[in-house]
């Protein structure tokens, strides 16, 4: 197996490896876990439906990829709602391999996939229930071939048109962004090349075209088939005016990334710096290309007011071919400016001292994380322990490759380590399953007298009991009125209620309530509850 088939095989089995061994967890993953199950099971394909609702919130196509793997099975697993976002982050690492290859040594590409892969939120979000892998996933198609029609390896029109449909593709994933980066990038890269009009030979009009026929395809499907309260430009205006202008659930401050991004970046993030050095100073075409990229998105979303830190996740492949060539440079396998080696072994030698004490500290949180049994934190303390020491020795050796990528060797142990332990051992603490279960058992009598469950102020909680229910689609409510109603019937009725807003129900109905379960989930105390009839007999 050569190098490049071998860091390909890491990544598959670092995204891979247990994604069925726990299941989908809130606040996103039940959410298109039962968009996609709706569609498997109600035949709502042309516009997901999520708890028997319309969803305005998503366009469909994650939801579709979803909904085919399940088909067969008549039924969303933990594994076929998370083999896309896998199967896309794979698709990546083989696409920065190639960019590697085409602008550096083919050491230099190997690496640069192994970045990626080993990097903390790229990993995480491979394995994640998200939109964000597989729109990463596309809009680096565009950008590749944007890429190879820039180095002189791909006709325009061809590139114009890949640009195009996987830019439409990306819209059907997430919306406007799926066009607005990759268009973006690919005009604000032409502008620093001082080559602007070479836009016209991406097929300025047949790509247009190719992308509203792929769009429109599905607009117009939905029009005539879809349901009647689904509004395309509704839809519109909450991506664009709701959550880019005003921000609807993530409003942060445009310093947010400067925050977030550090810990993401792990294991590589005292290489970035330089990375980012080097690439300035050299500014040839790939440097010039990789920092509008990265520059760009990060721009991108900071004017934004809706701000999350999985937004920038289309910028690490940029960062991570940008940490590549600079380590590739300092170690003399690629050719660039004269850069000191302190911009390894310092910002390492820190690293080193951090996993370190990390590493020491770890055994002693194991009286605080009930769902971890000690013996996996002091496997995990230990292992990141380790991983300190030979980063330091190897600074002390001056092994400048060894300090680069000893960190990340480590890494991939202990994400391998927590997808096959961790991960399983925080299920039933994290997974809605049980308590679904006994919501289903519980009114299940109620619900065959047509009486319907009310889910009071619990935020995304009530796809999660959708879903792990098969099927049970709650009147969601944040009004405790509502809530004094429906419990006020001569019929036993039940509701799943955030359990610290109970006292905010009359005291006649408060009286005639019965608490059967309960359960903490998404920083929530939340409630089974039903109602008493009134006794007929009584005045």
Not at 204 to 217: M, N, Q
Not at 366 to 371: H, L
Not at 428 to 433: E, Q, V
Not at 468 to 489: P, V
Request: aromatic share 12%; net charge positive; proline share 6%.
């Amino acid at each position: 197996m050569n190098a490049s088939r071998a860091v390909l095989f890491l990544a598959a089995v670092l995204f891979i490896c247990n994604v069925w061994g726990y299941d989908l967890w809130a606040p996103d993953e039940p959410f298109f876990g039962e968009g996609a199950r709706e569609m498997v099971v109600d035949g709502q394909w042309l516009v997901s439906h999520i708890n028997g609702q319309v969803n305005t919130h998503k366009p469909p196509f994650f939801f579709w990829l979803i909904a085919l793997l399940s088909l067969p099975f008549g039924k969303v697993y933990s594994l076929t709602a998370r083999l896309p976002s896998a199967l896309a982050s794979l698709g990546t690492v083989a696409m920065t391999l190639r960019i590697g290859r085409r602008s550096s040594s083919e050491r230099t590409a190997v690496l640069a996939a192994f970045v990626l892969a080993t990097s903390y939120l790229f990993w995480d979000k491979a394995r994640s229930v998200q939109t964000d892998a597989v729109l990463c996933c596309l809009i680096w198609v565009a950008l590749s071939a944007f890429e190879t029609w820039r180095s002189g390896d791909l006709d325009g029109r061809r590139a114009g048109l890949i640009i195009w449909a996987a830019g439409a593709l990306a819209v059907l994933t997430k919306g406007p962004v799926g066009l607005l980066l990759p268009l973006g990038i690919v005009v604000a890269t032409l502008a620093v090349d001082r080559e602007i009009r070479r836009y016209r030979e991406l097929a300025p009009i047949t790509g247009p075209l190719l992308f509203a026929a792929i769009c429109s395809a599905w607009i117009v499907a939905t029009m005539l088939w879809g349901p009647a309260e689904y509004s395309v430009w509704g839809a519109l205006k909450e991506h664009f005016v709701d959550r880019g202008i005003h921000g609807m659930h993530h409003a942060q401050p445009w310093w947010y990334y400067a925050k977030v991004m550090p810990p993401q970046l792990m294991p590589w993030t005292f290489l970035v710096p330089g990375a980012l050095v080097l690439a300035w100073r050299r500014r040839d075409r790939t440097d010039r290309f990789l920092l509008v990229t990265v520059i760009f998105i990060v721009l991108f979303f900071s004017i934004s007011t809706e701000k999350r830190t999985l937004y920038v996740l289309p910028a690490f492949p940029a960062f991570a071919l940008m940490t590549a060539r600079f380590i590739a440079t300092l170690v003399g396998w690629d050719k660039g400016p004269a850069m000191s080696r302190r911009w390894v072994t310092v910002g390492q030698s820190f690293f080193a001292g951090l996993l370190i004490l990390l590493g020491a500290a770890a055994p002693l949180a194991s009286d605080r994380v009930e769902e971890l049994p000690a013996w996996i934190l002091f496997l995990l303390g230990g292992l990141v322990f380790a991983i300190g020491l030979s980063t330091l020795w190897a600074v002390v050796k001056k092994n400048l490759f060894a300090a680069a990528v000893a960190p990340a060797v480590g890494f991939a142990a202990v994400f391998l380590l927590v997808a096959v332990l961790v991960y399983p051992a925080f299920n039933p603490a994290k997974s809605g399953r049980a308590f679904a279960a006994v919501i289903a058992e519980e009114t299940f009598e109620s619900r065959a007298e047509g009486h319907r469950v009310m889910a009071f102020d619990l935020g995304n909680l009530p796809v999660h009991y959708a879903f792990y229910t098969n099927g049970i689609y709650t009147i969601e409510t944040k009004d405790s009125a509502d809530l004094a109603r429906h419990l006020d019937q001569n019929a036993q009725v039940w509701a799943v209620a955030n359990a610290k807003r109970l006292d905010e129900l009359p005291p006649e109905i408060r009286d005639r309530l019965e608490i059967v379960a309960t359960t903490r989930a998404s920083r929530r105390d939340v409630a089974l509850i039903a109602n008493h009839p009134p006794d007929p007999g009584k005045e």
